[in-house]
């Protein structure tokens, strides 16, 4: 995990350092102006040696930043365990509900209630299929 952290802090670097040389360079266009001595004078490394430095420098950080980035893949393929809270809270097992306690109660006995036709009819508005006419013979008994 340590080592994971060092390796990401110096792909972050590299990739900063990236940035900033190649917005150091100059673009193709710029060279028609050296032509004319304009450029020359304000380089340090002379009219030529800034192009090779930066973009020598750029190579390698570019095979820096693929390597790093190389690395960073191999080391979090290795890690296996859960690094957030979250993860870790998902692997362990949840605690059993609590059912709640339940007195028994007697219900009543309604198989001798005679119910009166008008409680049976469907609302206004509900379509109600009526019920089949139940035959006297056995069913299938042909």
Do not use: C, N, W
Request: charged share 15%; proline share 8%.
């Amino acid at each position: 995990m340590l080592i994971q952290s060092i390796v990401l802090m110096f792909h972050v670097g590299v990739a900063l350092l990236i940035v900033m040389f190649v917005l150091l360079q100059r673009g193709k266009g710029a060279s028609a102006g050296t032509g004319f001595g304009a450029g020359a004078s304000g380089t340090v490394f002379g009219s030529r040696g800034s192009a090779s430095f930066l973009s020598r420098a750029t190579a390698v950080l570019a095979t820096l930043f693929f390597a790093t980035s190389l690395s960073l893949a191999y080391l979090a393929g290795q890690q296996t365990a859960p690094t957030s809270l979250l993860e870790q809270s998902l692997d362990e097992p949840p605690p059993a509900p609590q059912t709640p306690q339940f007195e028994p109660t007697e219900l009543p006995d309604l198989r001798g209630l005679e119910l009166e036709p008008e409680a049976l009819d469907a609302p206004e508005g509900l379509d109600v299929p009526e019920a089949p006419a139940e035959s006297g013979g056995a069913e299938g008994a042909e």
